[in-house]
T-cell receptor, first 115, second 111 residues
């Protein structure tokens, strides 16, 4: 099956610990994205990558880091510098064709709770 | 980043009723997307719109790209219980890879 997988579904960490969220896609998409979702809020962009070995900060990048060493993988690290890390994290990908028809598809999400 | 103005914030409707929700922006978009999110899951794309004035249907769902390119609406006809969820609009400006999202419309359907 083609799609985007995120693991784990639920993650619990102690305050002060770094944690890495996994995102893998087998859609052969060039671009990948990380969003944060809080209750009653829309999705806010953390980081995005248009191509392997390149990534850009989104609107709320502080306290997060990413890497894009492989086309199919875009892991997100939530560092101890992130002041309010408890949230639902969504990964997405798109073909990055540059066309208006380029559409983002989402993974199932990871709910991170920092205790 | 800017967020779209999506309304209403929430709706309670009887099964079988029609539903309408919309998004507006002060900026022009060249793409409008509508997603549905079930609790604890990622958003699923419902309808994509690429031209001003475009009207597109997907089963009981119909969405339109406003002619000013600053708004879009989504209609759901004859609602059923599985329509429950949060509906998000998203827009993309010309030349940008980023999407701007509305805050969502939470739909509840009363059987």
């Amino acid at each position: 099956d083609g799609g985007i997988t995120q693991s784990p579904k639920y993650l619990f960490r102690k305050e002060g610990q770094n944690v890495t969220l996994s995102c893998e896609q087998n859609l052969n998409h060039d671009a990948m994205y990380w969003y944060r979702q809080d209750p009653g809020q829309g999705l806010r962009l953390i980081y995005y990558s248009q191509i392997v070995n390149d990534f850009q900060k989104g609107d709320i990048a502080e306290g997060y880091s990413v890497s894009r060493e492989k086309k199919e993988s875009f892991p997100l690290t939530v560092t101890s510098a992130q002041k309010n890390p408890t949230a639902f994290y969504l990964c997405a990908s798109s073909q990055n064709s540059g066309e208006a028809t380029d559409t983002q598809y989402f993974g199932p999400g990871t709910r991170l709770t920092v205790l | 980043g800017q967020q779209l103005n999506q309304s209403p914030q929430s709706m309670f409707i009887q099964e079988g009723e029609d539903v309408s929700m919309n998004c507006t922006s002060s900026s022009i978009f060249n793409t409008w997307l509508w997603y549905k999110q079930d609790p604890g899951e990622g958003p699923v794309l419902l309808i994509a719109l690429y031209k001003a004035g475009e009207l597109t249907s997907n089963g009981r769902l119909t969405a339109q790209f406003g002619i000013t390119r600053k708004d879009s609406f989504l209609n759901i006809s004859a609602s059923i219980p599985s329509d429950v969820g949060i509906y998000f609009c998203a827009g993309r400006r010309a030349g940008s890879y980023q999407l701007t999202f509305g805050k969502g419309t939470k739909l509840s359907v009363i059987p």
